[in-house]
């Protein structure tokens, strides 16, 4: 069975080229990200570090962490970084793990227990390994999000997913499609319109399951 939302995150050991420690230890009080790629010094996920690296306030200001796993060694991931730096404009702050062993691509489900990386391996030998998984203060799987090597991911959509999760929790709604921020959010069919009146004041029922209001405050 693999990992799904809600599950409890593994709490593994992990050796970064920022030092080894707990991931449940490293996410602490913390929202956090894992983004992870199939090999380093790769196209796409070159201008996806740099991508990250660039969102490096827009994280701190919502009180996330983040953290890179890619399937090469500390000493690779220290030579990336600097591509990395070159192509996206600003240094990466954010540690890289160093999955080789697999443990942690194996942990999350992006590759089979039986994977292993041959001699000579190109991206495609660890193509799963492209996923996005924000993870919630509980330690808790919050989202996850698969991509193939040809397609880079947009981060403005994770901040975006990020910002919907937070809100979802923090006032016990749900968001529509496309949701932003300021944006008005629905209310849970779980609550009944007198408790929806008495927590939110007014709102606007769409339809008998579909209630749309304004954050309070």
């Known amino acids: 069975m693999g990992l799904r939302i809600n599950d409890m995150v593994p709490d593994l050991k992990v050796e970064t080229d920022m030092g080894t420690f707990s991931l449940h230890d490293w996410i602490g009080d913390s929202w956090a990200i894992l983004f992870s790629h199939p090999k380093d010094f790769t196209p796409v996920c070159t201008t996806e570090f740099g991508a990250v690296a660039r969102l490096e306030g827009e994280w701190e200001k919502r009180g996330c962490k983040v953290i890179g796993v890619s399937v090469d060694g500390i000493e690779d991931h220290k030579k990336w970084k600097a591509d990395i730096e070159k192509v996206g404009g600003v240094a990466p702050e954010f540690p890289i793990i160093a999955d080789d062993g697999l443990a942690v691509s194996k942990a999350f489900d ?37 991509y193939p090597m040809t397609v880079g991911r947009n981060f403005a959509e994770v901040l975006r997913a990020l910002d919907a999760l937070q809100t979802t929790v923090r006032h016990g709604v749900a968001t529509p499609a496309d949701w932003t921020v300021g944006q008005d959010v629905i209310i849970p069919a779980t609550v009944n319109d007198a408790d929806a009146t008495a927590k939110f004041g007014k709102f606007e029922k769409v339809l008998p399951y579909l209630r749309r209001t304004s954050l309070p405050g």
């Open 110 to 146: 992006m590759l089979p227990a039986e994977a292993y990386l041959p001699d000579g391996r190109t991206p495609a030998d660890s193509a799963t390994v492209r996923s996005v998984f924000i993870i919630g203060p509980d330690k808790q799987l919050k989202l996850s999000m698969t």
